[in-house]
């Protein structure tokens, strides 16, 4: 569309999206590290590694391709400054770096990989499998595409792959985890302690007097952050979905009932019965034992011939698709309950069916739900439309076409919000009504007044938003916020004072005096809290509590915060441990992690180590020009 090269790249990702994604690439760097030595080499060549050129090109392929999957991802155009605030451009080379690092140690140790194995992992990838589980080349040739890449490109970097995983393999494939650290694990997850204590309420911190105007205007001052008004933004949101398209009184009942009838088994339960066979080794034994059970003889005595247990006898109770033989369902779903039915050829071998009992299917009629099914597809058939209608809107959202204008002229409805902040509530600190309100007031505040914005990507439609509005966060003043501030100040003191107490008290149990006098003295009760496990609420604890016990050695002292208005004071009485036992699945798991754990920082030492054998050089002017920075 003509909007979208016109104003690809415009829309920057919403802050709070880019901190939870790239949040991750700076942890990234603590791990790899960025601090390469620097020297002048050529335009082209962005990294060296040893023997191993990392090209501009390869950088800016790299580079386009994560831009381009983030922005498939959060559903908007990633800019490139937005990328490089966050490192995206450090966190591409890096990758490329280590991958180079890998291959160069696997060509210095011999390691290679053969075009079978190659071609039989392109083969048993899932991304290039089509609905009946086979290779599809049509979804192998799109995804090449996609990643802007040759066959012999890709089967190249298949190949490097896999040797680079070997040789990780090598590296950390059977790493034994040492038995301390299976036991450190075991005890913060299983050590459970008890403890004696008391709760300082906000009643026991004494008449806090009203604070004086200077007092009051201190507070104020100290934390004027707190009371900052934030930022508001106004917007304009048309929503555009195959539900709100979708015309039920469109589809006949004739539509209507043949959806029913194909996911009939959506709306109850379908039939089910409860089975027994006989297997024989050969036709002619089944069809004599069919011929004596015609004359009289019962389905009990024949399996008794053939020392068939009751046991055995049981097939189980199914559903006509749960069976899987279609010859032995088919037979089984023709017989009245109590039939034998004739000798069957079965997977297995011919045999002998008896049902036992049979659970009518139990559906809801069509009339009750005949609404339903007209909705579901009107919904489907307005699927259709919205790649065609997004395009038209595109068009007028290119001519300078209003969005109020646009959807007056296509039927949809605008939604006017005046102002919203950050967190998506308004003034009054109410949540605002925004179709996708979560991606829409991201966006809205990644954008600006006048901005042509990219339509958001949603799950059945698209959202389209403009910012009309925008009222900068400020500082209010004491007489705005004056009951506010009265309230925290006493809060603040009412916390003080408890703090104060509860170091006194936990000193006092400190030097040896018992917590029922302690408590006594301070007008509280001593309770007792057993079975105490990290991490968790017990009784009037709160978690952060209860962590603070475990922080504590036995027979000591302490005391912490419990909840905004409370604070807690203790003494722990005892511990346990659980003998570690390796045997449970449980356990198994725990050293699975373990290990996963250890064979990463394995890895990541060795990688460290062979970049400074080898030697790593980045040019970050080359940097720039591969990912569009400035020279």
Do not use: C
């Not at 009990?300 to 109770?317: F, I, P």
């Not at 809801?364 to 065609?388: D, H, M, N, S």
């Amino acid at each position: 569309m003509l909007r979208n090269m016109r104003k690809a790249g415009q829309t920057v990702v919403g802050k709070a999206i880019a901190t939870i994604f790239f949040g991750a690439l700076i942890v990234s760097f603590a791990i790899w590290g960025i601090g390469d030595i620097f020297r002048a080499t050529p335009a082209s060549t962005v990294a060296e590694v040893g023997d191993t050129t990392i090209t501009v090109d390869q950088t800016r392929n790299a580079y386009t391709n994560e831009v381009q999957r983030l922005g498939r991802q959060f559903r908007t155009v990633i800019s490139p400054e937005q990328a490089r605030a966050f490192g995206l451009d450090q966190q591409v080379i890096n990758n490329l770096v280590t991958d180079a690092v890998l291959a160069e140690k696997a060509r210095e140790m011999g390691l290679s990989v053969s075009d079978q194995l190659v071609a039989a992992s392109i083969m048993n990838n899932p991304a290039f499998k089509g609905a009946d589980g086979q290779f599809n080349r049509a979804l192998f040739d799109q995804a090449l595409r996609n990643i802007n890449l040759s066959e012999a490109g890709f089967v190249q970097e298949q190949r490097s792959a896999m040797a680079r995983l070997h040789l990780a393999e090598a590296i950390a494939g059977d790493i034994n985890v040492p038995l301390a650290a299976k036991e450190a694990l075991n005890r913060y997850a299983t050590e459970r302690r008890a403890a004696s204590y008391l709760l300082l309420t906000a009643a026991m911190a004494g008449d806090v007097p009203a604070p004086t105007a200077e007092q009051l205007q201190t507070f104020f001052n100290e934390r004027k952050s707190a009371f900052r008004a934030p930022e508001y933004r106004a917007v304009s949101v048309m929503a555009l979905d195959a539900a709100a398209l979708a015309k039920p009184d469109t589809v006949s009942e004739t539509d209507a009932r043949q959806r029913y009838e194909q996911q009939k088994a959506r709306y109850g339960t379908p039939e089910r019965r409860t089975i027994q066979q006989i297997t024989f080794p050969s036709p002619a034994e089944a069809e004599a034992a069919a011929t004596k059970i015609k004359e009289g003889a019962t389905f009990e005595s024949v399996a008794a011939e053939r020392n068939v247990s009751a046991q055995d006898l049981e097939l189980g109770t199914f559903t006509k698709a749960e069976m899987l033989d279609p010859a032995v369902a088919d037979a089984a779903f023709g017989l009245e309950q109590g039939a034998v039915s004739a000798p069957i050829t079965g997977r297995f071998g011919p045999i002998l069916l008896r049902v036992t009992q049979i659970q009518p299917e139990a559906v809801r009629p069509f009339e009750e739900i005949a609404a339903e099914l007209r909705q579901e597809v009107a919904t489907e058939r307005a699927q259709g439309q919205i790649e065609r209608i997004h395009d038209e809107i595109e068009d007028l959202r290119a001519g300078a076409k209003p969005l109020a204008d646009i959807a007056k002229e296509k039927g949809l409805t605008l939604v006017q919000i005046p102002a919203v902040d950050a967190s998506g509530l308004d003034k009054a600190g109410n949540p605002v009504n925004l179709p996708e309100k979560a991606a829409t007031v991201k966006a809205a505040f990644a954008s600006d007044i006048g901005v042509d914005n990219e339509a958001l990507r949603t799950g059945t439609g698209y959202v389209w938003y403009d910012v009309t509005g925008i009222e900068a966060s400020r500082e209010k003043n004491l007489d705005e916020v004056r009951e506010q501030v009265a309230a925290q100040w006493r809060e603040d003191q009412v916390a003080q004072r408890l703090s104060e107490k509860a170091r006194g008290l936990t000193e006092r149990l400190e030097k040896g005096e018992a917590i029922e006098a302690v408590a006594q003295e301070a007008g509280a009760t001593v309770q007792t809290a057993t079975d105490l496990a990290r991490n968790a609420v017990k009784n009037d604890l709160t978690a952060e509590a209860v962590n603070r016990i475990f922080a504590v050695p036995v027979g000591k002292a302490g005391n912490a915060a419990n909840g905004p208005d409370a604070r807690v004071v203790f003494k722990v009485t005892s511990a346990t441990v659980p003998p570690l036992v390796t045997s449970t699945q449980q356990a198994q798991n725990t050293e699975n992690q373990l290990r996963t754990g250890l064979g990463d920082d394995l890895i990541g030492q060795y990688i460290a180590r062979v970049r400074q054998e080898l030697g790593v050089t980045i040019n970050q002017q080359a940097l720039r020009q591969a990912t569009g920075g400035e020279l």
